[in-house]
């Protein structure tokens, strides 16, 4: 009984809002069919399955006045984390600092000329309305960036593992892309609730120091010596890891530039000037430890998140036949 109320308040909250956007259709702003894609994106939405309506970002919270096209802030309230993460980064930052959002016009990497007057936001890698995930995580990217690291990636076998998995509501464990790497996952914790993972949406955290993206994101799948190796090869990164590596860093000189970075990038090294060789190797082990325990929770979370997709799906398609 519980649940068909809800169910009858959430269709109750659509109809509501759908009425109101006719006023819209009536001024011209929007198309009938339009609005029809839009509700059809939005029910197989995961938002459609939490109750996160047509008013939950449409709707000013003070004025309770329709907001035609609704910005990054009307995610906060539900997405505090992605979007604070976000704000950090380089993709975000012209945000946070009260500046028009940044385009690829203002890129000094190469960008997509089809792109060049693309604003950057929460809705220029998720659509949404769908809110794709798997999307967002390679082609969206592709839409701007056009360098030889990035256009080369679909030559990885990293691409590969990705195509192989096919369309998911989001990319797995097991897959790498491009947000593998630069929006890579973390376990969020806040106090009081659930510890769960999020992609932290500040895409410049992993480039520097280099070895953050090994700790982060590559050992939880490869091992310390094939990480390094391929990470200080510049021209492999250029190539977005299409091969294996082919230098050996010696363990020590590893070491060496590590204590190096350490001291001069991080209080780490400040506080701990003399850190033996062994030391350093164990404080690069102790984070593999804590990756792996972080890769099963990741697993469980994808799982459930991917199980909740599929009730879904199947309910829509039920639906539909
Ligand atoms: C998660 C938040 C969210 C939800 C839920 C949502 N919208 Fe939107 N909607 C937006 C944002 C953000 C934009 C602005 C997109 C842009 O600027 O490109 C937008 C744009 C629109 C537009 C303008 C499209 C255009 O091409 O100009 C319409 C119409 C619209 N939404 C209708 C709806 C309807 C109907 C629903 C419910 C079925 C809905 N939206 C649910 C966030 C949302
Ligand atoms: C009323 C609360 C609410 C608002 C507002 C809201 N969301 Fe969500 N959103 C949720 C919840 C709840 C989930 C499901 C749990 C999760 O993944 O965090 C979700 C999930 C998502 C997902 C993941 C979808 C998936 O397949 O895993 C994306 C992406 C997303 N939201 C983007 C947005 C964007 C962009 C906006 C603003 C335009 C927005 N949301 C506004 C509540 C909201
Ligand atoms: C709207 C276009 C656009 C989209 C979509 C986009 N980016 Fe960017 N990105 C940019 C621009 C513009 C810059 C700034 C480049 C510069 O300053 O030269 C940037 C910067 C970056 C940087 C930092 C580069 C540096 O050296 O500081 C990384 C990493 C990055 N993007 C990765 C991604 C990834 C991964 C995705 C997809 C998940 C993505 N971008 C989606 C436009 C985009
Ligand atoms: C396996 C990890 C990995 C994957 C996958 C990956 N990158 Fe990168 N990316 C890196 C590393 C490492 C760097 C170099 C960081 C540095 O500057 O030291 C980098 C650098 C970049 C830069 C900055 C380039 C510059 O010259 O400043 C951009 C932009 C970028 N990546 C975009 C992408 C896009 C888009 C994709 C997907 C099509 C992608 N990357 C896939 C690891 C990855
Ligand atoms: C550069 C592209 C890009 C931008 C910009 C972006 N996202 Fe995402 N977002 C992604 C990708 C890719 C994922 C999925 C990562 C994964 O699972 O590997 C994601 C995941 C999410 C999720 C699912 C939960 C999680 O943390 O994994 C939410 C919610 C979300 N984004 C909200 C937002 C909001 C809110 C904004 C704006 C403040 C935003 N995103 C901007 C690419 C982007
Ligand atoms: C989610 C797991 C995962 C993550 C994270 C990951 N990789 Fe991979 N990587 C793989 C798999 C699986 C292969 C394919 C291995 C094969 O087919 O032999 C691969 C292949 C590679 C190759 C090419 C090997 C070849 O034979 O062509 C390189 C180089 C590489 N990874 C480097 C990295 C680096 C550097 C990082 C971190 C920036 C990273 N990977 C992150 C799983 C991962």
Redesign the pocket.
């Known amino acids: 009984m519980k649940k068909l109320t809800k169910k009858f308040l959430a269709f109750l909250l659509v109809l509501l809002a759908l009425a109101s956007w006719n006023i819209e259709v009536a001024r011209g702003e929007v198309s009938e069919a339009k609005l029809a894609e839009i509700n059809e994106l939005w029910q197989g939405s995961a938002h459609a399955m939490v109750g996160a309506n047509c008013s939950s970002c449409h709707q000013d919270s003070e004025t309770k006045e329709l907001v035609l096209r609704p910005t990054?802030e009307s995610?906060?309230s539900?997405?505090e984390?992605?979007?604070n993460t976000?704000?950090l980064g380089k993709?975000?930052i012209r945000l946070l600092e009260g500046e028009t959002p940044l385009t690829p016009s203002l890129a000094r990497l190469p960008m997509k000329a089809s792109a060049l007057s693309k604003s950057?936001?929460?809705n220029?890698?998720?659509d949404v309305h769908s809110?794709d995930?798997f999307t967002?995580?390679v082609d969206?990217?592709l839409s701007c960036h056009n360098d030889r690291h990035s256009l080369n990636y679909k030559n990885s076998k990293h691409a590969e593992l990705v195509a192989k998995e096919g369309k998911l509501p989001?990319?797995s464990s097991e897959s790498v892309?491009?947000?593998?790497c630069h929006?890579p996952?973390y376990e969020?914790i806040s106090i009081g609730a659930e510890s769960k993972?999020?992609?932290n949406?500040n895409?410049t955290y992993t480039l520097k120091p280099r070895d953050r993206m090994v700790k982060d994101v590559c050992m939880q799948c490869h091992g310390m010596e094939f990480s390094y190796n391929s990470i200080f090869d510049d021209e492999l990164v250029e190539a977005n890891f299409d091969r294996p590596p082919n230098q050996d860093l010696k363990t020590l000189e590893m070491v060496r530039t590590l204590k190096e970075k350490r001291s001069s990038q991080s209080s780490l090294g400040q506080n701990h000037p003399d850190i033996t060789s062994q030391q350093a190797i164990w404080q690069l082990r102790l984070p593999y430890y804590i990756h792996q325990d972080r890769v099963r929770i990741l697993k469980q979370a994808?799982f459930q998140t991917g199980f909740r997709m599929e009730n879904a799906f199947a309910k829509e398609q039920e639906k539909q036949s």
Not at 177 to 180: P, Q, R, S, V
């Open positions: 990054y995610c906060r539900c997405h984390e992605e979007t976000f704000l993709h975000g950057m936001t929460c220029t890698c998720h809110v995930t967002a995580a969206s990217c989001r990319p892309t491009c947000a593998t929006l996952r969020a993972v999020q992609a949406h895409n994808l």
